[in-house]
């Protein structure tokens, strides 16, 4: 599977963005799907993630009720909407995908197996 992400720009605080990842391969729907993100000098956090199983959601508390993660199995393609974004939510958005994560690890970037090459998100104040 490779996944090319997209939709990062430079946005106003408390402004929307939509993020998309699209992936190929046909194992897409198969895979538990997530987004991370990198802040200039931080370490990869975990954002969000959407099992496949069960479609159960994973947020992080610093997005929680902010962004929302979805997938479209037909068109291949998964989102991440960032509504009310401010300056600390600025940073490189990573794509990641892997078919068997287990559930301990949806947050865990070193359990993901694909990515995708991140999308610049930079909010102003």
């Known amino acids: 599977v490779q996944l090319q992400a997209s939709g990062g720009g430079l946005v106003q605080t408390g402004n929307s963005l939509r993020l998309s990842c699209v992936a190929s391969g046909r194992t897409f729907s198969r895979q538990t799907i997530a987004w991370f993100r990198q802040a200039p000098g931080k370490e990869r956090e975990f954002v969000a993630a959407l099992r496949y199983s069960g479609g159960y959601t994973y947020y992080s508390d610093s997005v929680m009720g902010r962004f929302t993660i979805s997938r479209d199995n037909a068109k291949n393609t998964m989102y991440l909407q960032m509504n009310s974004l401010t300056p600390e939510d600025t940073a490189v958005y990573y794509c990641?995908?892997?078919?068997?994560?287990?559930?301990?690890?949806?947050?865990?970037?070193?359990?993901?197996?694909?990515w995708g090459q991140g999308t610049l998100v930079t909010v102003s104040s």
């Open positions: 990641a995908a892997d078919p068997s994560i287990i559930l301990s690890a949806v947050r865990d970037a070193r359990a993901y197996e694909y």
